[in-house]
């Protein structure tokens, strides 16, 4: 693969990793995104799957609720004012594996190599979740050991106050201690002194 080729790759992998969306807890691409990389009409598209239902299992293709389909339009920033601005259908979400079955029944060189990118996408999607997963255990066990670190700190606080509370007894005992001797040591000397 030359250069070129793999730059291309990597732009249309990263191109890809922007249009796959979470929904319902899945990793998704829409039926409109697809349709455009396939270079395909998006009633075509619809068209094969129906035609081709048994293929598409719920956990392989669902067809979006009317909340979903806006929470999506607002998430992505494109919702457009006017009349005909957005389909009236609701679009259909393709998980990995449903974009999977996609390749077999469109049957286009594009398609081919726009799944190849596609399941590239996921994969990359995949290990970027595993990454920032270890990183959430690092930073996770780097604050149970800074709690750690605060709870012993805040025992020797604990001891270091016991240990002042005790020395400013036990000198508040000896201040007393020392003034009974000095006020026995002046009625020693006042008896003394007495002819």
Same mark, same amino acid.
């Given at each position: #693969?030359?250069?070129?080729? $793999? /730059? %291309?790759?990597?732009?249309?992998?990263?191109?890809?990793?922007?249009?796959?969306?979470?929904?319902?807890?899945? &990793?998704? #691409?829409?039926?409109?995104?697809?349709?455009?990389?396939? @270079?395909?009409?998006?009633?075509?598209?619809?068209?094969?799957? &129906?035609?081709?239902?048994?293929?598409?299992?719920?956990?392989?293709?669902?067809? +979006?609720?009317?909340?979903? =389909?806006?929470? +999506?339009?607002? =998430?992505?920033?494109?919702?457009?004012?006017? &009349?005909? %601005?957005?389909?009236?259908?609701?679009?259909?979400?393709?998980?990995?594996?449903? !974009? $999977?079955?996609?390749?077999?029944? +469109?049957?286009?060189?594009?398609?081919?190599?726009?799944? /190849?990118?596609? #399941?590239?996408?996921?994969? $990359? /999607?995949?290990?970027? !979740?595993? $990454?920032?997963?270890?990183?959430?255990? *690092? !930073?996770? =066990?780097?604050?149970?050991?800074?709690?750690? +670190?605060?709870?012993?700190?805040?025992?020797?606080?604990?001891?270091?106050?016991?240990?002042? &509370?005790?020395?400013?007894?036990?000198?508040?005992?000896?201040?007393?201690?020392? @003034?009974?001797?000095?006020?026995?040591?002046? =009625?020693?000397?006042?008896?003394?002194? *007495?002819?």
């Amino acid at each position: #693969m030359g250069n070129a080729q $793999a /730059i %291309q790759k990597t732009a249309d992998v990263e191109v890809i990793k922007n249009r796959i969306y979470e929904v319902r807890g899945l &990793r998704v #691409m829409l039926d409109r995104d697809l349709a455009e990389l396939y @270079e395909v009409e998006v009633a075509q598209l619809k068209r094969q799957v &129906r035609r081709n239902i048994e293929r598409f299992p719920e956990d392989f293709m669902f067809e +979006l609720t009317h909340d979903e =389909q806006t929470a +999506l339009r607002c =998430q992505k920033g494109t919702i457009k004012n006017g &009349r005909g %601005q957005h389909s009236k259908y609701m679009s259909f979400a393709f998980t990995e594996e449903g !974009v $999977a079955m996609l390749s077999g029944i +469109l049957h286009s060189q594009t398609a081919i190599q726009v799944n /190849i990118n596609i #399941m590239r996408a996921f994969v $990359a /999607i995949r290990h970027a !979740v595993s $990454a920032w997963q270890g990183v959430n255990l *690092k !930073v996770e =066990q780097l604050s149970h050991k800074v709690d750690q +670190l605060n709870n012993y700190v805040e025992e020797i606080l604990h001891d270091q106050n016991d240990i002042n &509370r005790m020395q400013d007894e036990t000198n508040n005992e000896l201040s007393l201690q020392i @003034e009974a001797i000095n006020n026995a040591l002046d =009625q020693l000397r006042e008896e003394s002194e *007495k002819p």
